[in-house]
Each structure stands twice: as structure tokens, then as C-alpha cells.
């Protein structure tokens, strides 16, 4: 089994920063491709960012230039720096993780961090 768990979540003024990370845990044998989408009030989930286990990335073009996603492999963990935070910021963001256990290759989902930013 495995598990992620998101922190780093909160509350920010329009133009602020906040910085997400997600750690994954169990019998992860690797992970390939990390990633963080959100969700706001009425609207369908949709990727933020995504990073790939040599490094290369990927992200929205409502967040290029604002947001920055990392990983740590020896951590098994991702991170998200979001900069010059906007309102249509705010929404749940939940990372996931593309893991090969010594069984199975399957997508885990952390349980999700609210952003709210305020105007």
C-alpha cells in the first residue's frame, strides 16, 4: 500500500506565496512521473503540474511563470512554489504519484489541501 499526504495548504493574499509538498510512503519500489492538479468550486479537476523522474516538467499556461514544481526522489516527495498567487488560484490541490510497488505500476491521489486566495 501507499500512501501521499499533501501539507502546505492555506490562505494567501492575491500577489502572495504558498508552498505545497506531498510525501509518498509505503512499498514504492519507484516513481516515475509526479504531479499536482486542483479543483475549484464548480469546475473539473485540471493539472497544474506535473514532473517526470529526470526532471522535466510540465505545466498549465495559467500557471507558467508563477508556479515552480520539484521533487526530491531520495524523499520520495514533490513540491509545488507557487508565486504571485491570483483569486482563480483557489481550489483543492491534490498531488499525485505514478508508482511501480514490486507488484503493480498504478496512480496514487493524496486526500487534497484547500488554497484559498483572497483578492
Known amino acids: 500500500q501507499v500512501q501521499l499526504v499533501e501539507s502546505g495548504g492555506g490562505s494567501a493574499q492575491a500577489g502572495g506565496s504558498l508552498t505545497l509538498s506531498c510525501a509518498a510512503s509505503?512499498?514504492?519500489?519507484?516513481?516515475?512521473?509526479m504531479g499536482w492538479y486542483r479543483q475549484a468550486p464548480g469546475k473539473q479537476r485540471e493539472l497544474v503540474a506535473s514532473i517526470a523522474n529526470i526532471g522535466i516538467t510540465n505545466y498549465a499556461d495559467s500557471v507558467k511563470g508563477r508556479f515552480t514544481i520539484s521533487r526530491d526522489n531520495a524523499k520520495n516527495s514533490v513540491y509545488l512554489q507557487m508565486n504571485n498567487l491570483k483569486p482563480e488560484d483557489t481550489g483543492v490541490y491534490s498531488c499525485?504519484?505514478?508508482?511501480?510497488?514490486?507488484?503493480?505500476?498504478?496512480?496514487?491521489w493524496g486526500q487534497g489541501t484547500q488554497v484559498t486566495v483572497a483578492s
Open positions: 509505503g512499498n514504492i519500489f519507484s516513481i516515475s512521473t
Open positions: 499525485n504519484a505514478d508508482v511501480n510497488t514490486y507488484t503493480a505500476f498504478r496512480t496514487y
